[in-house]
């Protein structure tokens, strides 16, 4: 639900979210710890300002950003490509709030690529704002980093005597801006145009919630430490127990072939003929999956009968031969009513990205392409070929388990 406005907020959180990422697609719906980017930071600014604002340019952005509980305000095409500044963002958001009466004295500019965003230090920063205490406040992590620079192709010392190296306990630390959260005073903001203006502050946060995501590689960071940290207030787990986060709770199961199924790779006759290898153990899982009532898809770019035979074999649906994955998925939800929001689909390669962004569940192989892997909502613990299909399918059953029996007569 999206909040009301408050009367006359003293202080807003603009979250710039556009759509357009480029090193992750769709970034700021890729999630971490269960729950998407633009989620994550809303909720971290909810219990410390009076109004959260997400600025944005793409409707599945928007409607996450509602149902986790901001104001949207729609960002125009002229502020939405790869050199538009936040504080544009910022500013727009601010102007389009003005007709209702809200004007701010204090605004925070968040980023939703820190995914660990600290509520408190965020509410904080505010304070000294309003309190004026600072003009402007910055989120940074204490570093005790030996830092150099080069100049005419000469190392140079920064920010330390080289010749002294004490010991890292006895060094006063630097500070490193962590991107999370600006908090600025308004008046400021606007007559300058920047996130830094007269007396700038620093609320210190912990170096361990420093992370910031620019590529796939910086996500699957932020998705092990978040697991790490879920894992670690689950009372008695034990590494390799199944968890809460195991289960997969979703309505039907769409996968791609060749890299699900399969481990990608074909063995070809003389005469053109391919065959692959498949497991029987994930056949069992598909058995008892279409027994719970979960319908099951293959869908598949390849043209060669193998897909189709196999689909026979599970007694599933096959679509093949599809070159627009996205709306052949679309298509075949619509048809059987089915909330994407509640549809997992399973791939490994660049081709299953636009049917990974339709769907609730987007699920990645272990081996899957690395883009994949940073759009995935679940990265599988097995490779394509290698019990990928078979966990997925305990994983679905989990999730109905955990929700008791299914009443009598009512397939589930």
Not at 80 to 107: C, F, K, M, R
Not at 145 to 152: N, P, Q
Not at 170 to 179: F, I, Q, V
Request: aromatic share 2%; hydrophobic share 45%; charged share 25%.
């Amino acid at each position: 639900m999206e909040r009301s406005v408050a009367t006359s907020p003293r202080s807003v959180a603009v979250i710039p979210a556009r759509g357009g990422s480029k090193g992750v697609p769709l970034k700021n719906l890729q999630a971490v710890g269960g729950r998407s980017l633009v989620a994550r930071a809303v909720e971290a600014c909810l219990p410390a300002v009076d109004l959260v604002v997400v600025s944005t340019d793409h409707e599945q952005i928007a409607a996450e950003a509602r149902t986790a509980g901001a104001r949207v305000v729609e960002r125009p095409a002229a502020l939405s490509g790869d050199t538009a500044t936040s504080e544009s963002a910022v500013l727009h958001a601010l102007d389009a709030l003005l007709p209702e009466g809200v004007d701010p004295q204090v605004t925070v500019l968040v980023q939703a690529t820190s995914p660990f965003i600290d509520a408190t230090a965020l509410a904080n920063a505010v304070r000294r704002v309003l309190d004026d205490e600072d003009d402007s406040v910055l989120a940074a992590a204490p570093t005790h980093v030996f830092t150099w620079r080069v100049d005419d192709g000469r190392a140079v010392a920064v920010g330390h005597d080289a010749a002294h190296r004490p010991r890292r306990q006895d060094r006063e630390p630097l500070y490193a801006e962590t991107g999370a959260f600006y908090a600025m005073r308004t008046s400021g903001l606007r007559a300058g145009g920047h996130r830094f203006f007269g007396r700038t502050g620093i609320e210190v946060v912990d170096e361990a919630t420093a992370v910031e995501i620019d590529t796939p590689a910086d996500l699957a960071v932020a998705r092990t430490l978040a697991d790490e940290h879920a894992a670690a207030q689950r009372p008695g787990s034990t590494d390799g127990d199944a968890t809460d986060g195991d289960a997969i709770d979703v309505d039907a199961l769409v996968t791609d072939f060749d890299g699900v199924h399969t481990d990608d790779a074909a063995h070809v006759d003389a005469a053109g003929n391919e065959s692959v290898r498949v497991l029987r153990g994930d056949g069992l899982g598909v058995a008892r999956l279409r027994r719970a009532g979960v319908p099951v898809l293959i869908l598949s770019t390849e043209t060669d009968g193998v897909v189709s035979a196999r689909a026979r074999k599970l007694r599933v649906e096959c679509l093949q031969a599809v070159e627009d994955k996205a709306s052949a998925l679309r298509a075949w939800m619509a048809e059987r009513g089915l909330d994407p929001a509640r549809v997992a689909y399973v791939g490994n390669d660049v081709n299953d990205l636009p049917a990974l962004a339709l769907v609730g569940w987007p699920v990645a192989v272990a081996d899957a392409r690395p883009e994949v892997l940073a759009a995935a909502r679940v990265v599988l613990r097995s490779a394509g070929g290698h019990g990928a299909v078979r966990e997925v399918t305990d994983r679905v059953l989990a999730a109905r388990q955990d929700d008791g029996p299914a009443p009598a007569g009512v397939a589930r």
